[in-house]
Nanobody, 120 residues
Framework: QVQLVESGGGLVQPGGSLRLSCAASGVTLNDYAIGWFRQDPGKEREGLSCISGSDGSTYYAGSVKGRFTSSRDNAKNQVYLQMNSLNSEDTAVYYC?????????????WGKGTLVTVSS
């Protein structure tokens, strides 16, 4: 059974940083494309980034490009989302998701999310 578990969310001040982790069981993450998404209540889910399982290419939404960085630790079977220069508009529940091999495909597995709150 495949499970994805996000962690690292919390309360951070504007301008601060957080690193989210996505840990997997039942699947080897380096075979998968891992996407990060977020959703604020009342808003549509937003895709933020994807790191490919085939060649490690990364893709970012314009809203986070230059501020967020996705990376892998294959030894730990984890993927990370480093988030810098956070602002109140980044407040949301953040999810990781996985699909075999390549990005730009419908995600198959989803975590339950971790809440990020940016507030002073």
């Amino acid at each position: 059974q495949v499970q994805l578990v996000e962690s690292g969310g919390g309360l951070v001040q504007p301008g601060g940083s957080l690193r989210l982790s996505c840990a997997a069981s039942g699947v080897t993450l380096n075979d998968y494309a891992i996407g990060w998404f977020r959703q604020d209540p009342g808003k549509e889910r937003e895709g933020l980034s994807c790191i490919s399982g085939s060649d490690g290419s990364t893709y970012y939404a314009g809203s986070v490009k230059g501020r967020f960085t996705s990376s892998r630790d294959n030894a730990k079977n984890q993927v990370y989302l480093q988030m810098n220069s956070l602002n109140s508009e980044d407040t949301a529940v953040y999810y990781c998701a996985a699909v075999i091999s390549r990005c730009h495909r419908e995600m198959k597995y989803w975590g339950k999310g971790t809440l990020v709150t940016v507030s002073s």
